[in-house]
């Protein structure tokens, strides 16, 4: 009996080292290092196989050791009757094993896969209040959770992209808005070009031309009645009033049509120039303070004249602060007038050219950049509308502008 014994413990050495050797990749032979075999990285199925694996090796080596004492008694038929019935009780272990815990966790091993592959609405239908059930439904707990946190993640997304869009509207708005406003600046600029010229060549024609008219008059007055001269000095004067005439069309072409004006409030013009102005503000790195007070501004204007003006001045305060600054625009109120200032905080105006500075063709710029023809304009519009421009500099430095007009109220037709 004791030979037996060492034998299967020799054995199952034997066979436990060459299975440890094979499964888990451990070196056997008299060199190899001491290791511990490590049940719990084994698979539930092997576990489990091998602790039934134990008990029927167990039981057979009772069953062995009582069928050797009692061999001699004829229990042979006993033992081989119990180990059937082990055998029986193992298979039925086995497929109760399948269908409890092999299955379940395929189930769950599929669901987790589906999860994986962002079918986040995979869910486990396993019932039961063993610890599979209870694990199962965790894991639908935390499939629910990671689908909320998804759908919410979705929303964010979808709301980030629809003020990305919008924004995104916005400043092509603006840009758009904006190069309107430089095209009509610009024609703006050509037509006061125009009748800056026109007006230098009227008067430049014309006083000679009624120098000439004056002495043709008295050319026409001096002749006698019948004189053969006099005929010709009728047509030259015909011809001299044909000249001014047509100098005085040439004149009134250069100006601007009158444009019916409408009610406007000057805070709304004003905010609409700054966020049309927003893409050339940023890139100089011009930061805009808006002061007005929540009480109306209204007025009788032309807005696109109006805001022209406005944008003329903002431009000429950006590009005086070449290296970044802050622009104040203040709204207020004064009398029966409104009062908007815009100050920078740029290098100022030289003090010989604040006399000047809304003149035609004065400019403070590198040549090539400026026209000098913003400031008059602006000027010419303000004035159009009732009102009157200035600038000083200020206390520090920089410039201020300041505009004054009369409200809807203070104009009288």
């Not at 894991?139 to 003020?163: K, M, S, Y």
Request: proline residues 4%; hydrophobic residues 45%; neutral net charge.
């Amino acid at each position: 009996m004791w030979a037996a014994f060492v034998i299967y413990t020799a054995d199952s050495r034997i066979f436990w080292a060459r299975w440890r050797h094979k499964c888990c990749g451990y070196h056997v032979g008299p060199d190899a290092p001491r290791t511990s075999l490590s049940v719990s990285k084994l698979p539930l199925r092997v576990r489990f196989g091998l602790f039934v694996a134990a008990i029927v090796a167990g039981v057979i080596g009772a069953l062995g050791w009582l069928s050797l004492r009692m061999f001699e008694r004829q229990v042979g038929a006993t033992f081989w009757f119990a180990l059937s019935g082990i055998l029986i009780v193992t298979l039925l272990v086995d497929q109760v094993a399948r269908r409890l815990i092999y299955r379940r966790l395929a189930l769950m091993r599929e669901t987790m896969q589906r999860a994986a592959a962002g079918q986040l609405k995979a869910r486990v239908s396993i019932d039961g209040l063993d610890e599979i059930g209870v694990i199962a439904r965790g894991l639908n707990d935390i499939l629910q959770g990671l689908e909320r946190l998804n759908e919410a993640v979705d929303i964010r997304v979808e709301a980030a992209t629809e003020v990305f869009r919008q924004k995104s509207v916005a400043i092509a708005d603006s840009h758009r808005e904006m190069a309107m406003l430089n095209e009509e600046l610009a024609r703006a600029g050509r037509l006061a070009a125009l009748g800056q010229a026109a007006a230098n060549m009227a008067h430049q024609i014309g006083t000679p031309l009624n120098l000439i008219s004056g002495y043709v008059q008295l050319l026409i007055q001096s002749s006698a009645p019948e004189s053969a001269s006099l005929d010709r000095l009728k047509a030259i004067q015909d011809q001299i009033a044909r000249v001014t005439a047509i100098v005085r069309a040439a004149l009134d072409s250069s100006r601007p049509p009158a444009i019916p004006r409408e009610r406007a409030d000057l805070g709304a013009l004003v905010r609409r120039v700054c966020q049309m102005a927003s893409p050339m503000l940023e890139d100089a790195g011009v930061q805009v303070e808006m002061l007005a007070p929540d009480q109306s501004a209204e007025l009788l204007a032309d807005p696109v004249q109006l805001e022209l003006a406005l944008l003329s001045l903002i431009a000429n305060s950006v590009d005086a602060m070449a290296s970044g600054g802050t622009l104040t625009v203040r709204l207020g109120r004064v009398d029966d007038r409104l009062r908007l200032e815009v100050e920078d905080t740029g290098s100022g105006i030289p003090p010989d050219l604040l006399a000047h500075i809304f003149d035609p063709w004065v400019t403070t710029k590198e040549p090539g950049k400026g026209s000098g023809l913003g400031l008059s304009i602006a000027r010419q519009v303000i004035a159009s509308h009732g009102g009157t421009i200035r600038v000083d500099n200020g206390p520090g430095k920089g410039a201020i502008f300041t505009i004054e007009l009369p409200t809807a109220q203070g104009v009288h037709p």
